[in-house]
């Protein structure tokens, strides 16, 4: 009866490892737990990744282009609290050139796959760490699957809000926590609450979708337990709303 299970355990194991990078990308949002499954002896994060890299920088252009630049660099500016307010115009000048926006559409994707290289190596150490078996190609693999399902439906939705929206409903310092706000942070005013609103920021359902995946992920690519995997999650989670805060305590501005 054991020997039965066991070769249950590995044809179901051999067939997950079938699953093709492109049915991982579907399957993450039906069946996370076996897509995970699928990747445990084949990592992989390579078209995720570059989906989220591609889906970002369109939306980031778009964004921009309806807005105009101009306007999100005064925003950003006049909510800068360590630059004088005689400087806040000069800089506005000299930084809403066309090659400043440029820089910045090259900067967000190169920003994203350093994050990607971080998360995975932070997955890793900490996977083994709580005793699992974690590698670093795993670990980039669960921290972007774990980012892909939640970006996707976010920007999906972001897209609808900024083609439906008329320009001068949006507010251009806020655009860069995104349009759509699945939090309570969208029932005060941030700019007169910011650590509050950075607290209840934090309390996001993609970001919760997000870290729902990740503790999944984790326990299946790194033979962790249940709650040595939302430990992680957990822990990892705290110390990011931690930094946030203290950057809204220090700026003024909501993070």
Known sequence: MEEENNFEEINEIEETAKVSEVGT??????????TFQSMIKNPKFLIAGVLILLFVS???????????????VKAEMSANPFIQEEQKKEMT???STPVFEYVRYGVIPIVIAISFLIGGLIYWLAGNAMGGSMTFMRGISVWVY?????????LVANFLVLFLKNVEDIDPSSVQKGLIQANPSAFI????????????GSIDLFQIWGLVLAAIGLKVMGSLSTVSAWSIVIILALVGICFKVVGALLSG???
């Open 93 to 95: 000048e000299q930084q």
């Open 58 to 72: 369109v939306f980031q252009v778009a964004l921009t282009k309806k807005i105009g630049f101009k306007n999100i």
């Open 25 to 34: 990308l579907v399957g993450i949002f039906i069946e996370p737990g076996k």
């Open 146 to 154: 774990a980012s892909f399902a939640p970006a996707v439906i976010s």
């Open 189 to 200: 005013d941030g700019k007169s609450m910011p650590v509050l609103g950075t607290l209840l």
């Open 253 to 255: 501005v909501q993070n």
